[in-house]
């Protein structure tokens, strides 16, 4: 608004002030009183095509919720504040003009911070669907909300009524170290949540693996703790500090998709090429197995009984992972069975040896041939040998 359009504002307030003076004081009364229900009218009518010419051309549901509860609280503003400029020009409040007024500040104040916790949570709930704000964190945030518009209408309100708040605040300070000290489990997992959030560490529909070994699907995210789902199909609620303070490894992000790995033992003197051939042919007839990236075998490690050999293939679900182990180790080993490819076993060489007393004399296995070992090496009498 232009200095021009403010004098004239001005100018045309100060002629309606002039006029009312020069009425009588019933005519002014009923002027007001019937130009406040008049133009809440107007508002309300006329508002309502205003908004929703406005609204029609924004995208998305937030603008009707705001435009929507500022409307309602203008012309319910408008309605009160009417009737109290007319009861004062008419002369009907002396000494009672600064209570009511305190009560029609009241109402105003309170209408609007009605209007603001109805604003706050349904914007929240409307941005959900957006890639912005997600479901698990609309109540903390449409929590925090009512509660900083609710002390804000009551310091709003006391101050109306002249009341001094210092002492509330002291007090609150006090209740507040109590409460913290008191509650600080539930403060922990509430700061908790929001830090979880902010990190992007897991959402509703993830499959996480626990520091403890504990492995589930994420059921919901609450303000004071998580919920899991285990392959046991047991829900485990979780503290959002101690899942702040431990290791989450989240399988499901950036890509759903994991490898699996299947080890092997084939015994020395087998062809590896065929082992590789019949493990490539077992992940490739897997219908749980991706076709890329491309499965592959790797030779690990040579083992105390065998050549250790890993197969490394991708499947498209965390949540499929034991299935899919279990599928691929069944399939090698028939197919290994069938190849006559040997899975061997860990074997141990046990020294046979025979007592001192000659021929015929009982041979001497297991732990009482370790005992004799570790005694020849000492001698006979339990001295060290040189």
């Not at 041939?369 to 001295?383: F, T």
């Amino acid at each position: 608004m232009t200095s021009l359009q403010t004098q004239v504002l001005g100018d045309a307030l100060g002629e309606a002030s002039a006029w009312l003076s020069a009425l009588p004081d019933w005519q002014a009364f009923l002027v007001l009183v019937g130009g406040s229900v008049v133009a809440a009218a107007a508002i309300q009518v006329g508002g309502d095509l205003l908004v929703g010419r406005l609204t029609a051309r924004i995208p998305g549901d937030v603008d009707d919720i705001v435009f929507g509860y500022v409307h309602l609280a203008v012309w319910v503003t408008v309605l009160l504040w009417g009737p109290y400029l007319g009861m004062a020009q008419l002369g009907a409040l002396d000494g009672l003009t600064e209570p009511l007024g305190a009560v029609a500040l009241t109402g105003v104040t309170l209408i609007w911070a009605y209007a603001a916790m109805r604003i706050g949570p349904r914007v929240f709930e409307a941005v959900t669907d957006t890639d912005y704000v997600d479901a698990q964190v609309v109540p903390i945030f449409q929590n925090v909300w009512v509660v900083v518009i609710g002390g804000a209408a009551l310091l709003g309100t006391l101050a109306i009524w002249e009341i001094d708040v210092t002492p509330l605040l002291a007090s609150a300070g006090v209740l507040g170290i109590v409460v913290g000290l008191a509650a600080r489990d539930t403060i922990a997992n509430f700061f908790g949540s929001i830090a979880l959030y902010a990190d992007g560490t897991y959402t509703v529909g993830d499959f996480v693996v626990l520091e403890n070994g504990e492995r589930g699907r994420v059921e919901d995210v609450t303000v004071r703790s998580t919920i899991i789902r285990t392959r046991d199909d047991v829900l485990v609620t979780v503290p959002n500090a101690e899942l702040n303070k431990t290791a989450v490894v989240n399988e499901s992000t950036p890509r759903r998709h994991r490898r699996v790995r299947i080890p092997v033992s084939v015994a020395y003197g087998t062809a590896i090429d065929d082992v590789e051939t019949i493990m490539l042919d077992v992940a490739a007839d897997s219908d749980l197995i991706r076709e890329r990236p491309k499965p592959r075998v790797r030779l690990r490690e040579f083992g105390d009984s065998g050549l250790q050999i890993e197969l490394l293939c991708w499947i498209d679900d965390p949540r499929f992972t034991g299935r899919a182990r279990d599928a691929l180790m069944r399939e090698v080993y028939e197919r290994f069975r069938t190849a006559d490819i040997e899975i061997p076993y860990p074997q141990r060489d046990l020294r046979v040896r025979e007592n001192g007393d000659g021929a015929g004399s009982s041979p001497v296995v297991g732990a009482e041939a370790v005992e004799a070992a570790d005694l020849d090496s000492e001698g006979g009498d339990g001295s060290k040998a040189n």
